[in-house]
């Protein structure tokens, strides 16, 4: 059986000195827009100059346009196993609204991500949106099944908000709890300097299609 998720991913057949370029070239550029993105919340200038800085966006605008692909990023990977999945909402180097910079893990498969969320991620006044949160857990619950071998899809996510999550300096954790089947259950929260503000349980669920293609691969994808 196939799914049509396996059409985006594709082996781009790019070398890893062409990886490392591409990386070099558009991750500043992600970086320059996340910027703006703040820029556009708390700039205080006046009409004059927002109408001259958008002329400059507008010429930044039509340079980008000339050469573009349209669509979803998908899932790239060369023939050395290197896995790009750069458009992901909350990890993609090509990202500019993704969060999470990347992740760490230690040994006995704990990972964790520090993270700095400024005020684009405001939800209730001075305090993270809560769907920004499940978006952070999403993604290190889910990294922390596929790093302990049980990479899945997320079938199911609970979330308790203990306390309110400062914007600012926050850590987000998650470990593999138990395996059942094709089930990986996994727990995790996010913690502010004072201690734990939410926490998660994830049900990570491999699909057929990926336990299929799982063994194409020498080993299980590190997206980078
Ligand atoms: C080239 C390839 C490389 C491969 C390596 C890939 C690398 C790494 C990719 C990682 C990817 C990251 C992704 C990021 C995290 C997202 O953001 S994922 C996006 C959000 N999630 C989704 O869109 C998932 C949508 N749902 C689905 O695709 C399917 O419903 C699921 C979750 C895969 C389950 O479908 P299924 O395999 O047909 O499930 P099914 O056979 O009915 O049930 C299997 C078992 O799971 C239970 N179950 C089913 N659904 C659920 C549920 N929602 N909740 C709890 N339990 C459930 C069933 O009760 C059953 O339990 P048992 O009877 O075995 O005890």
């Known amino acids: 059986m196939t799914d049509s998720i396996l059409e985006l991913y594709v082996n781009d ?10 990386r070099a070239t558009y991750g500043p550029l992600t970086g320059d827009v996340r910027e703006l993105i703040q820029l556009a919340l708390q700039t205080r200038v006046d009409a004059d100059d ?5 002329e400059h966006l507008a010429a930044a605008r039509e340079i980008l346009e000339r050469d573009r692909e349209d669509g979803p990023y998908g899932t790239r990977f060369n023939d ?8 992901n909402a909350a990890i993609g180097l090509r990202n500019a609204i993704a969060p999470i910079g990347g ?18 991620y405001e939800g209730p006044a001075g305090h993270v949106h809560g769907g920004v949160s499940a978006l952070l857990l999403d993604q290190i619950l889910g990294d922390a099944a596929r790093i302990s071998g049980y990479p899945g899809m997320t079938g199911t996510l609970a979330i308790r908000y203990r306390k309110r999550t400062p914007l600012g300096a ?13 089930k ?6 996010i913690a502010d300097s004072e201690g734990i503000c939410v926490e998660a349980e994830g049900i990570f669920i491999a ?3 990926m336990v299929q293609q799982r063994d194409s691969f020498a080993e299980i994808p590190r997206p980078e």
């Open 50 to 54: 927002v109408a001259r800085a958008r």
């Open 80 to 87: 050395s196993g290197r896995f790009r999945n750069w458009g």
């Open 184 to 189: 990986a259950f996994v727990v995790g929260h």
């Open 207 to 209: 699909p057929v299609w």
């Open 13 to 22: 057949g790019l070398s890893d000195e062409e990886i490392d370029q591409q």
């Open 170 to 182: 926050l850590r987000v954790e998650a470990k593999l709890d138990r395996v059942e089947g094709r």
């Open 103 to 120: 992740i760490h893990e230690d040994d006995d498969g704990r990972v964790w991500t520090d993270i700095h969320l400024g005020p684009v």
